[in-house]
């Protein structure tokens, strides 16, 4: 009980302060608009700062990976010379053109004279390519890697002039390598796969050429990349003019350029999607009283979204933060995350009283609504900021960016957190004056007054105006029946579905199905694959694909000749001191065999570092694709090592905003719940363990919180309630808002899903996951599970139906104007319509907001209507049985009388629902009364001291009014 208290604290506080502001932005909602939209045309101005990163080794392999000290010990020892040349000795992969020839789909053999001197043929058309440097021109034969003088030859090239008589089985080809009158020609890396017959070769497969150029520069312009560039493009050209062979084709800028082609295949889905957003957020913010509907409100919600996301991007680029292509994500998530935010302030604003004005209506409003999003804001940049730890720099740019020369930008991600903001600012501004038109009676479309239901006669006419749609609520009759219906999807959570989960067979029915759903999961988990394989990088139409197929089907019998610094027999590979008389460092290359995948490619890696670091010698082993297998080492380590940081973060939060250690608790099975799932269907769905599924991971945590938190909030809220009904005010209370961000956050990432790249179907799939299996926990699985062992329920409890052990006991105060004993501290909200603003400081009263309404610029106290005036005068009634009466109170004793009848009797009504001609209200009442005061009747009452029914039972009665 003292914890629950001490934590409340955070809330009452958070509430408080947001109740201030919701009434100021209701005062002047202009002031709260021009300034969003001027700093985010400001900031927009930043794309000129642009600096793109698109090098995939640096993205994609490990900061902190043993190969980047290998790399640096061969550079320094044995550094890459090019005037000698050799593959098998490289520190970097340098630049280099690699052309794979096959047979086409029924063709005949390779080692034929027709295919070699097709072979010529295109060797002849790489060679002839010429690029332009200042006033000189150059080609490969001038750039080329050498040995000695010459340039690289291919073996394939040099078995031209035999092919005849292999062909006509004059000669026979051996492996690996082929002795042939005074040519030594090694075809261990020509041939792909051969068929053997021992050492005779029966059939070969696949050819290979390879084209290596050295890193000439002239005047600051690579040749190198120059040339590279211009070959593919003429490749691209001619290849399909050669009948006879099948070609494909790879360069050193092959990976980077299809990345950056990659990522930019979304870019034409990013307009589909806002238009889908735009009708999805404007259809579910309407209902069926024109007034009441809020249309406008939704395309502001998307609005909102995309301002807040370019003024975090405009920012980081003015920070010279690097910019990379999966960051084009990031838009679609803002949506889904802006308007979730969006559905939970305008379901709040629906709970309070159409008759209030519009600043209480505000600061209701920001007071029920600022703890759900300030946890789905928190979560989530706390998701991002964990991906801080992760050594992959691409998940590290996507959660914070990563500033240049390793220094970190260690701020809270600037995109959830700008969204955050301008919803509470730009979006709550436009929400006010939403409900000043509402106020005012305006259509949600047209802005034209339209009359009410009751006034109107008939459901459809034709008035001046030319609205045929008449809403909205009576000046003269505030609580007419057919002017204040209640919204149907919240009516359903509440009626419909509340009362089904509160069945014990469908709570059944629930557990076995999640029993089911986490068997599945923990059997996915089984089977998780690590890595990100390279053709996932490029798209799925590109020619880049095809070639890693070939090269994984023809040449994985010796794929990797690896560097061993130890000792060596060759001039390269020895290095002695000053002197000349000590050997300081020596190397030799070793040669690997039918690996075949990702996985034997890591562990072919970690054997040979764990018998290096067995030796006697101080030893090194080294190959340049070392840099990318670092990744399979560590992936399943770091995802683990992040996902538990957040998890226990998470967890400390919903302690904090939650006060209440058994929905805390129940909110952490959740996050592991829906995590578990996550992983094991993502695995099931073909999607890696990788640096792309581990971005996904990581927010996934901040995700999966939302749901859970609202409803966890929700339920706890309803104080001195059953467990029952706490589960049905929780479900009307935020149910509709779960499924509507829910159902936008998919639709969000959902046209990912059409792109032909992996990256961006990984976001889908793994977000369409999480979105799914939290909106199940929130609105089936969370509700059954606190209803059974949450606050309030019979097993927690043990005391009575609905007490809530963890509620706070507090000492009371004295009303004697009612002969009352109420409680000062006052407890959690119930979600439900409020009627009084608590005071923001002692001696404030309603005045406080109503006085000065200074709308902002373009507006007028003047457009409030005298509907408003009426029921600001009517609620004065719930702060005592008469204004005398209560000015003659101390102005703290009688905010502290009026609050704790409201929130601590649960029979508690106000006098406007008490005289509403409304049988839903009527029945309400008598429900609320029934169940909140004592089994004596009395007309008059006084303190209970009943505590085994509820923490501080109230009944009172007013003159003239049934007690209650």
């Not at 995939?56 to 005037?83: C, M």
């Not at 990788?690 to 938190?709: H, P, Q, T, W």
Request: aromatic letters at 8%; charged letters at 20%; glycine letters at 6%.
């Amino acid at each position: 009980m003292r914890c629950s208290r001490t934590l409340g604290v955070v809330d009452r506080v958070l509430s408080a302060q947001f109740r201030r502001l919701g009434a100021h932005i209701g005062r002047r909602p202009s002031y709260f608009i021009i300034f969003p939209v001027m700093i985010t045309l400001l900031a927009a101005t930043g794309v000129q700062q642009l600096r793109y990163q698109d090098d995939p080794e640096y993205l994609f392999s490990p900061s902190t990976g043993r190969s980047k000290q290998e790399r640096a010990t061969v550079d320094r020892l044995y550094p890459t010379n090019f005037s000698q040349f050799n593959t098998g000795r490289m520190a970097d992969m340098g630049h280099f053109i690699r052309l794979v020839v096959t047979a086409p789909a029924g063709g005949g053999p390779l080692l034929t004279e027709r295919v070699f001197d097709q072979l010529y043929e295109l060797d002849e058309a790489v060679r002839k390519v010429r690029v332009d440097a200042g006033e000189e021109s150059w080609t490969y034969d001038q750039i080329c890697a050498t040995w000695g003088d010459d340039c690289l030859d291919n073996v394939a090239l040099k078995m031209r002039k035999y092919i005849k008589d292999v062909e006509a089985n004059k000669s026979t080809v051996t492996y690996p390598v082929w002795f042939e009158a005074d040519d030594v020609l090694p075809v261990i890396e020509t041939f792909g796969s051969p068929e053997l017959d021992g050492d005779r070769v029966v059939d070969v497969p696949a050819l290979q050429m390879l084209y290596w150029v050295g890193n000439h520069e002239y005047f600051n312009v690579s040749l190198s990349l120059k040339w590279e560039l211009a070959v593919q493009e003429r490749l691209a050209q001619i290849i399909p003019t050669f009948e006879h062979l099948n070609i494909s084709r790879f360069g050193s800028e092959t990976l980077k350029r299809e990345l950056d082609v990659n990522t930019r295949s979304v870019i034409p889905y990013m307009a589909a999607t806002v238009v889908v957003m735009l009708l999805f957020s404007m259809v579910s913010t309407s209902m069926a009283d024109w007034v009441r509907s809020k249309p406008l409100l939704g395309l502001a919600g998307v609005v909102s979204a995309l301002m807040a996301c370019g003024t975090a991007f405009g920012i980081l680029m003015y920070c010279q933060l690097e910019f990379i292509g999966i960051n084009l994500a990031a838009p679609f998530l803002m949506l889904g995350i802006g308007l979730d935010d969006t559905f939970v302030m305008l379901a709040a604003w629906r709970r309070t009283r159409v008759q209030d004005p519009v600043p209480e209506r505000m600061a209701v409003t920001y007071g029920d609504a600022a703890v759900s999003i300030t946890i789905t804001s928190l979560t989530n940049v706390i998701s991002f900021l964990v991906g801080a730890i992760s050594p992959f720099p691409s998940v590290q740019i996507f959660c914070l960016y990563t500033v240049p020369e390793g220094v970190h930008f260690e701020e809270m991600d600037c995109p959830v957190a700008v969204t955050f903001a301008w919803h509470v600012l730009f979006f709550g501004a436009c929400l006010a004056l939403s409900g000043y038109a509402e106020q005012r009676n305006l259509h949600a479309l047209t802005l034209r007054p339209v009359l009410p239901v009751s006034q109107s006669g008939q459901l459809q006419v034709a008035d001046s105006t030319g609205s045929s749609a008449p809403e909205g609520i009576s000046e003269k009759e505030p609580w007419n029946e057919r002017d204040n219906q209640d919204h149907a999807l919240m009516t359903f959570f509440r009626d419909s579905l509340g009362r089904a989960l509160n069945k014990p067979a469908v709570k059944a029915l629930v557990i076995v199905a999640f029993l089911c759903y986490l068997g599945v999961a923990i059997w996915g988990c089984t089977m998780v694959r690590e890595g990100l394989d390279r053709r996932k990088l490029s798209r799925d139409d590109s020619y880049a694909i095809h070639a890693y197929e070939v090269e994984d089907r023809y040449f994985r019998m010796h794929p990797y000749r690896i560097q061993w610094l130890e000792g060596s027999q060759y001039e390269q590979d020895v290095i002695f001191d000053s002197a000349g008389e000590k050997i300081v460092s020596t190397r030799f290359l070793i040669q690997t065999q039918d690996i075949r995948d990702t996985q034997e490619d890591m562990r072919m890696m970690l054997e040979l570092r764990r018998i290096c670091d067995e030796s006697d010698f101080k030893c090194t082993v080294y190959h340049p694709m070392f840099t990318f297998f670092d990744q399979f080492a560590v992936v399943r380590e770091v995802s683990i090592q992040s996902i538990s940081i957040s998890a226990v973060v998470m967890m400390i939060v919903s302690l904090v905003f939650i006060p209440s250690p058994t929905c805390s608790l129940w909110v952490a099975f959740s996050i592991i719940s829906i995590e578990t799932g996550v992983v094991g269907y993502m695995t099931l769905w073909n999607v890696n363990l990788d640096c792309i599924s581990m971005i996904n991971l990581i927010m996934c945590i901040g995700f999966s919180v939302d749901f859970s938190a609202h409803i966890s909030y929700a339920y706890l809220s309803g104080r001195g309630l059953s467990a029952d009904d706490r589960l049905r005010e929780a479900l009307h209370s935020l149910g509709l808002p779960i499924l509507q961000g829910g159902v936008s956050t998919i639709l969000a990432v959902g046209t990912l899903a059409l792109a032909p790249s992996y990256i961006f179907i990984t976001f889908f799939k793994t977000n369409f996951l999480v979105i799914a299996f939290g909106m199940l926990h929130g609105m089936l699985l969370l509700p059954v599970l606190l209803s059974l062992l949450g606050p309030g329920s019979h097993c927690c409890s043990g005391r009575g139906k609905g007490e809530d052990p963890e509620e706070p006991r507090v000492e009371s105060i004295a009303c004697p104007e009612q002969k009352i004993i109420l409680a000062s501290e006052t407890p959690l909200r119930i979600p439900r319509p409020q009627t009084t603003l608590p005071k923001t400081k002692a001696g404030s009263d309603r005045e406080s907001l109503e006085g000065s309404r200074d709308l902002g610029l373009g507006t007028s106290a003047e457009e409030e209507s005298s509907s408003s005036r009426e029921s600001s005068v009517g609620v004065a009634s719930d702060e005592g049985p008469s204004p005398a009466t209560s000015r003659s109170r101390p102005a703290r004793s009688r905010s502290l009388c009026a609050r704790a009848e409201r929130y601590a009797n649960a029979g508690y009504v106000t006098d406007d629902e008490l005289n509403s001609p409304i049988p839903a209200a009527r029945q309400r009442v008598r429900h609320r009364s029934e169940r909140g005061r004592p089994s004596s009747r009395s007309s008059s009452g006084i303190a209970s001291s009943q505590s085994s029914t509820q923490s501080s039972s109230v009944n009172s009665s007013h003159p003239g009014s049934p007690a209650r």
